[in-house]
C-alpha cells in the first residue's frame, strides 16, 4: 500500500479518539509524513491536548495497524488558529480566541470554572489569558492570588496584565479597593469593559477566557454584541431552577450568532470531606438534557468538592492546587473538549494535509 496523508486520513476518519466523541479528523489542522520506510508521521492538532499526547499517539498508531498501514513513529503536536468571530467585529490584537464563560444566574460557580478553564488550557499547552468582566463582583484576583496587586501602564494609555500562576489577568478588582462597592449604570460597565479588552497589551494569547457577569440583560447581551467572541460556554448546576436560566444564556449567543461550545454542569454531585461518599443534592441529568435538547455536548460534569472552593479562595485553584488530582484532570477533559469544537469551526476547509517529500 502507497502510505501517503490520504491515506492516513481514511484511517483516522469515522471513529471517536479517546477522550473525545467525535471524528478527530475534522479538528486536524495537517498531518505530515515524512520520506522514509516505513514513515514518520506528525498530526498537527487544531487544539492543545499535552495530556492526552501519549493516549493519542498510541491510538493513531493502533488504527494504522488495523488498516494494515505501517508507520515509523506517530507525532502529535498542536497549531491553534484564530478563529471567526460574530458578525463584522474583529480580533483584539493579541489575542487569537476570546472564550466567554456565562451563566444564567450567579451561584453556578461560573467564575471558579472559568479560572480553571484557563488554567487547564495552559496546562494542555496554550497561552491563556483571563479578562474578569464581572464589574460589580469582581473574584478574579483573591483567585488567582493576586489581591493587592495593581496593573502599570507603560505608555499612560494601555494597561499591562498581571499575570497569576503564568495567566495574563486584567479585572476592575485590580483598580478599586475591595470594600467599595461599583454603583454603575450599565452604560458605564460596558464602557470600562471595553477598555480593559482593547486597552490591555494582551501577549499573544491563544485563548482570553471571559467571566462573564451572570445573568442575561442588557450589559450581556451589550458585552456579546461589541466583544469579539470565537464561542461561548454555559455553566449551570442540574436544579431545573438554575437550567431556566441556563436557557436564557443560550438563546442570548444564539440570538447573537456566537458559537456555543457546550454546557458544563458545576455541582453535579456533592462530596462528602469526611467519607467521600458522593450525592446528587442538585438532581441528575440536568445539565445532560440540556445539551442534547440543544445539541451541545456536555464538556463536563464537577462536584461540589469542599477543596474547590477552599483552593480558590487560597489564590491557588484546584488544577494548580492538585494537578493530578482527580478534578484537576476534569477540568483538563473539559478544556480539551471545548477547544476542540472550537477547532472544528475553523473557516478554512479541513483538514488541510501538507505531504513532505
Known amino acids: 500500500m502507497h502510505i501517503n496523508s490520504d491515506t492516513i486520513a481514511a484511517a483516522l476518519a469515522g471513529a471517536a479518539a479517546p477522550g473525545f466523541d467525535f471524528d478527530l479528523t475534522t479538528a486536524l489542522t495537517r498531518i505530515d509524513v515524512s520520506e522514509g520506510n516505513p514513515p514518520d508521521i506528525r498530526l498537527v492538532l487544531g487544539f492543545p491536548a499535552a495530556g492526552v499526547r501519549d493516549a493519542l499517539s498510541q491510538w493513531v498508531a493502533e488504527r494504522l495497524d488495523a488498516a494494515g498501514i505501517a508507520v515509523g513513529s506517530v507525532e502529535i503536536d498542536w497549531e491553534i488558529k484564530a478563529h471567526a468571530v460574530q458578525g463584522k467585529l474583529q480580533p483584539l490584537k493579541g489575542v487569537k480566541n476570546l472564550i466567554a464563560v456565562a451563566s444564567g444566574k450567579g451561584g453556578v460557580g ?40 495593581r496593573p502599570t501602564s507603560p505608555d499612560g494609555k494601555h494597561i499591562d496584565p498581571l499575570i497569576g500562576h503564568g495567566l495574563q489577568c486584567i ?37 482570553l477566557i471571559i467571566d462573564m457577569p451572570p ?44 458559537k456555543l461550545l457546550g454546557i458544563v454542569e458545576n455541582m453535579s454531585t456533592y462530596i462528602c470531606p469526611k467519607c467521600g461518599d458522593e450525592e446528587a443534592i442538585f438532581g441528575e441529568g440536568g445539565g445532560q438534557r440540556l445539551a442534547e435538547q440543544y445539541g451541545l455536548p456536555l464538556l463536563g460534569s464537577l462536584p461540589l468538592d469542599l477543596s474547590i472552593r477552599e483552593q480558590a479562595d487560597s489564590g491557588r485553584p484546584t488544577v494548580i492546587a492538585e494537578p493530578e488530582g482527580k478534578i484537576a484532570q476534569a477540568y483538563r477533559s473539559l478544556a480539551r473538549r471545548a477547544a476542540a469544537e472550537l477547532a472544528q469551526a475553523a473557516p478554512a476547509a479541513f483538514p488541510n494535509i501538507v505531504v513532505e517529500e
Do not use: C, H
Not at 179 to 187: A, C, D, K, L
Open 110 to 149: 461560573k467564575s471558579t470554572v472559568a479560572v480553571n478553564l484557563a488554567l487547564a488550557l495552559q496546562a494542555e499547552g496554550a497561552r491563556v489569558g483571563v479578562l474578569d468582566a464581572d464589574i460589580y463582583g469582581p473574584s478574579q484576583p483573591r483567585m488567582l492570588g493576586l489581591e493587592g496587586q
Open 171 to 207: 479585572s476592575i478588582g485590580f483598580l478599586v479597593d475591595q470594600e467599595t462597592p461599583m454603583i454603575w449604570r450599565g452604560p458605564m460597565v460596558t464602557q470600562a469593559l471595553t477598555q480593559f479588552l482593547n486597552d490591555t497589551n494582551w501577549d499573544g494569547l491563544d485563548y
Open 215 to 258: 445573568g442575561t440583560g442588557d450589559i450581556q447581551l451589550t458585552l456579546a454584541q461589541r466583544v469579539p467572541v470565537s464561542g461561548a460556554i454555559i455553566v449551570t448546576t442540574p436544579q431545573e431552577i438554575a437550567l431556566l436560566d441556563a436557557r436564557k444564556g443560550l438563546k442570548m449567543f444564539e440570538k447573537v450568532e456566537v
